[in-house]
Nanobody, 120 residues
Framework: QVQLVEIGGGLVQAGGSLRLSCTAS????????MGWYRQTPGKQRELVAT??????????DYADSVKGRFTISSDNAKNTVYLEMNGLEPEDTAVYYC???????????WGQGTQVTVSA
């Protein structure tokens, strides 16, 4: 079993920045892919950014709506994946979740989520 803990959410004005962190209870070398998703009430959870390991360099992918504003990265020594969010817009308001696919457990794990609120 893997626990993922997200921190870094909060309230920010439009145009501002936040950095989310997702720390795993095990080494992130276990994970093929780690990602950030977000969800607003009444809507499905949507992909924000993913980071796939095993390639050199790691492969990243972003939703069109966040390209050029958000950056996903990892720190293997800290078992942590980050989501740097710049140029935040009210439309980015959501609960942000990280996930990780464990290649050994063959399980997809989710964190508990962290709220991001962007005021106009």
């Amino acid at each position: 079993q893997v626990q993922l803990v997200e921190i870094g959410g909060g309230l920010v004005q439009a145009g501002g920045s936040l950095r989310l962190s997702c720390t795993a209870s095990r080494t992130i070398f276990r994970f093929n892919t780690m990602g950030w998703y977000r969800q607003t009430p009444g809507k499905q959870r949507e992909l924000v950014a993913t980071l796939t390991t095993g390639t050199s360099p790691d492969t990243t992918d972003y939703a069109d709506s966040v390209k050029g504003r958000f950056t996903i990265s990892s720190d293997n020594a800290k078992n942590t994946v980050y989501l740097e969010m710049n140029g935040l817009e009210p439309e980015d308001t959501a609960v942000y979740y990280c996930n990780a696919y464990d290649r050994y457990d063959r399980e997809l794990y989710w964190g508990q989520g962290t709220q991001v609120t962007v005021s106009a």
